[in-house]
Every structure is written in C-alpha cells, then in structure tokens.
C-alpha cells in the first residue's frame, strides 16, 4: 500500500523510522523493538540509510526482511549519495521485485570526512532530480521528501527553501515528513509557509525524545542541526541524569498533543531502535485503545 494512500483519512497517522543495525546483536535487538512496537498498529514504518549511503545494503536487507515477515508498510530512504542513475535504478528494481513502492527521496549528507556534498558523475545532484526519476521510471512507486521545520542547513534564504521544498513536490512528490523540532511554533510556522507556496500535500511531523544529555549534544552537531527551546533547556539543566530521559518523553507527549489538536497529517516516530519512549507516548494519549 502507498502512502499517500495510507494518508487519505481524517484522522493523523502514526508511523516510525528504525535504522538498520550493524550486527547480529543489533538485529535481534530491532526485531523485539519492532514486536513490541507492532500491537501500536504503525501506519508504516520507514527504514534510514546511514550517513554518506554507508549502510545501503543493510539497508535493503532490513526493508526486505520487514516486508518478508510483517504486514506493515515500509518505506525506503534512498539517497543521491555515492550512487549513478544506473545504481539508483538496480536500487528501485530490487525494492519493486520485493512488493517495496515507497521511497523517502533525499538528497542525503556528504560521506564521512568530505565536508562539501558533491554529486557524484552519473547521479544526481538534488533530491528534486531524484523524485522525478522515481516518477518517469517507478511511477507506481509512492515518494515522499523531507521538509526543514528549523529550516534547512544548506539554504539559509527561506524563500528559496520553499521554492526548492515546492520543486520537489512538482517534480512528483506525495508528502513531505520533517526533520525533528523542540518547538512545534516552527513546525506551525512551516506549514503555513508551504501553504502560502501553494504545496498542498500532507506534511507529516517529525518528533523525537531527548533521551539524554549526550543524545541532546549528538542532535545538536546534525547537520540540519537542533533548536532546544529554553524551557525545555531549564527543565533538563534542573534535572538528575536519570530523570532527562523521563522530561525528554513527557515534553514530545505534549508536543504530540498539541500537534494532533492542530489537525497535522500524521506524526512520525524517530525511535532509535527502541520502544519504551514511543509506548510511553502512545499510552499516555491513548493513542490506540489495545494500550488503553
């Protein structure tokens, strides 16, 4: 099933992104997270390439295996990123063979080590390049983009975040999911500014727990980078370690809350391979009546 299908509804949608581990430990370890997580019913989950395309036949290895032995959903991030246009359709190809039609189309980050992105001879150099071979080629397949609530690292003129965010929705894209933000002021803010360009697609919302100190630093040296708003900077410098964890779920709850209040399209999970914070937040709002 696509997505944009899955997103034809009134109600929000909820769905979650795990990243494919690095050995057999990591993969029993994902795989309980997924069975805990599976009674959560998730609209769809969607499964990153590591930074740089460093993890990509994982990649594939993870979004077939969850095809093969759930029934959910998944979507496939594919990147510009060290990969030809011949690459990218081998890529397609493979995911069409295994019953996968979604892909999350995105530019991606420079390997590790090259400070500037550069495109590699024979691919492609935006993601919007991306999405409309995905269209001319795949056009069964359903795309989604990413969309920069903060606003995007490598286009500080946000006029042209738009134009450039508007391009990739006309070349074919269905949706747009977020990257993740402390203050939902930024993702109102966002929505707004994509109506005003005239992008009427569903945007979904990005949202992650801080889960610790060292966890807050790592978002914060991302490239798209974060914004900690400094009420929520106050309650976590006022806190014990072993409480950070406990503020970081209780602060998304609410943003989740207001989130689906203001009607957004869905929300998705960032869960780092793990449950406990997701769960949390799905029975505090009873967002499922099996958890309630």
């Given at each position: 099933m696509q997505v944009k299908d899955i997103l034809n509804t009134d109600e929000p949608t909820f769905s979650f992104e795990f990243f494919p581990p690095k050995n057999e430990n990591g993969w029993e370890s994902l795989f309980n997270t997924i069975a805990d997580l599976r009674p959560l019913d998730p609209a769809y989950v969607s499964v990153t390439y590591g930074a740089g395309g460093s993890t990509r036949e994982l990649t594939h290895d993870l979004v077939e295996r969850i095809t093969r032995e759930t029934q959910i959903t998944v979507v496939a991030h594919l990147t510009c990123v060290g990969s030809t246009r011949d690459e990218i359709r081998s890529i397609l190809e493979r995911y069409d063979e295994n019953q996968t039609q979604n892909i999350l189309a995105l530019r991606g980050d420079p390997p590790r080590g090259q400070e500037e992105w550069i495109a590699t001879p024979g691919g492609f150099k935006y993601a919007a390049d991306l999405v409309q071979f995905i269209k001319e080629h795949f056009p069964h397949f359903g795309i989604?983009?990413?969309?920069?609530?903060?606003?995007?690292?490598?286009?500080?003129?946000?006029?042209?975040?738009?134009?450039?965010?508007?391009?990739?929705?006309?070349?074919?894209?269905?949706?747009?999911?977020?990257?993740?933000?402390?203050?939902?002021?930024?993702?109102?803010?966002?929505?707004?500014?994509?109506?005003?360009?005239?992008?009427?697609?569903p945007i979904i919302a990005g949202i992650m727990p801080v889960s610790s100190r060292k966890g807050m630093q790592r978002m914060a040296e991302l490239s798209a980078g974060s914004r900690f708003p400094a009420p929520l900077l106050k309650l976590i410098?006022?806190?014990?370690?072993?409480?950070?964890?406990?503020?970081?779920?209780?602060?998304?709850?609410?943003?989740?809350r207001?989130?689906?209040?203001?009607?957004?399209?869905?929300?998705?999970?960032?869960?780092?391979?793990?449950?406990?914070?997701t769960r949390r937040i799905y029975q505090t709002l009873q967002l499922n009546s099996a958890l309630v």
């Amino acid at each position: 099933m696509q997505v944009k299908d899955i997103l034809n509804t009134d109600e929000p949608t909820f769905s979650f992104e795990f990243f494919p581990p690095k050995n057999e430990n990591g993969w029993e370890s994902l795989f309980n997270t997924i069975a805990d997580l599976r009674p959560l019913d998730p609209a769809y989950v969607s499964v990153t390439y590591g930074a740089g395309g460093s993890t990509r036949e994982l990649t594939h290895d993870l979004v077939e295996r969850i095809t093969r032995e759930t029934q959910i959903t998944v979507v496939a991030h594919l990147t510009c990123v060290g990969s030809t246009r011949d690459e990218i359709r081998s890529i397609l190809e493979r995911y069409d063979e295994n019953q996968t039609q979604n892909i999350l189309a995105l530019r991606g980050d420079p390997p590790r080590g090259q400070e500037e992105w550069i495109a590699t001879p024979g691919g492609f150099k935006y993601a919007a390049d991306l999405v409309q071979f995905i269209k001319e080629h795949f056009p069964h397949f359903g795309i989604g983009v990413a969309g920069f609530p903060e606003g995007h690292p490598a286009t500080p003129n946000r006029l042209m975040e738009m134009q450039y965010l508007k391009e990739k929705v006309d070349a074919g894209a269905d949706y747009i999911c977020t990257q993740l933000f402390f203050d939902n002021r930024d993702f109102f803010d966002f929505r707004d500014r994509c109506r005003l360009a005239g992008i009427q697609v569903p945007i979904i919302a990005g949202i992650m727990p801080v889960s610790s100190r060292k966890g807050m630093q790592r978002m914060a040296e991302l490239s798209a980078g974060s914004r900690f708003p400094a009420p929520l900077l106050k309650l976590i410098h006022q806190a014990k370690d072993d409480d950070v964890s406990e503020i970081g779920i209780h602060w998304a709850t609410e943003q989740v809350r207001e989130l689906v209040d203001r009607d957004v399209d869905g929300i998705h999970f960032y869960t780092l391979n793990k449950a406990n914070a997701t769960r949390r937040i799905y029975q505090t709002l009873q967002l499922n009546s099996a958890l309630v």
